[in-house]
């Protein structure tokens, strides 16, 4: 069955069409075996911008968003999809007015797009990020791990999801916390559209650190992180983080997928980006042009929530909420 998932979040607009196995079988059930990409396409739209301080989406993201949307459409005809799931999480659960979101998307795709809720997206992400992991850690029997239960940080432009499970989710939850929210928030000058301030002032970084430990107690008090053995870290910020941890000369997924970085790369990563300027940034050879100006806010995320939770180690996933998508469509 080759099927289309489409994920629109506040930063980006991500396409995976992929073929659905039906071989595999869990809990004595047969259930979808592992997607095999036919295309995997990703475009920085930045649609939540704005959002925290207006409420709406800005005509001018609409548009952005539109546009990848239609080449996506093109090429899900092209490759002769059957089914397809639009998923749309933080900005536009956030928006006044999501519903002139919802009317582009049913144009363009001829389906409804779901605008989940946080433990939705936090679910989709669980299971995209960790079904690969079951399956290796069942054929290596490797007692190093990765051991369940997991602890699955999806961290995202308007919002950062927690959820703990093995094969299934066991707490989860959706905070306020992303890479393009405390940016807009806490890097940028009121009012203004440019770069953040570089590098970041003390006062700033301060200022986001509360915000992020405000959000950490949230789910140290929801979720039942004291479970997890293993930290699974999803998202753009994070296998950026990794690539840069890695020293890769360009982006390459394969060598960032299910790769482990130690807390003390993270902290050192951290530290390194939040000394760069912009222009510094953008010269990192993993470094996508859409990210240099969030990049310094999704890995303080990532560097709070290890040290918060004292994991030694974080693995990174290139499967998320996409393969998760793609999964539950039947």
Known sequence: MRVAAVDCGTNSVRLLIADLGGDEVTDGAPAHGRPVDVERRMEIVRLGE???QTGRLAPEALERTFAAMRIYRKLIDQHGATATRVVATSATRDAANRQEFVDGVREIFGVEPEVVTGTEEAELSFVGATRGLVRLSRETGMPQGPLPPYL???????STEFVVGSEH???ALSVDIGCVRLTERHLRSPGSAGAPEEPPPVRALEAMVADIEAALDRVAEVVPVQEAHTLVGLAGSVTTVAGIALDLPAYVPERIHHSRITAQQ???V???LLAMTHSERARIPVMHPGRVDVICAGALILDRIVRRFAFPQVVVSEHDILDGIAYSIA
């Open 270 to 272: 951290t530290r390194r």
């Open 266 to 268: 993270v902290h050192d």
């Open 50 to 52: 704005g959002v925290d």
């Open 169 to 171: 989710v066991i707490g």
């Open 152 to 158: 699955v940080v999806d961290i995202g432009g308007g």
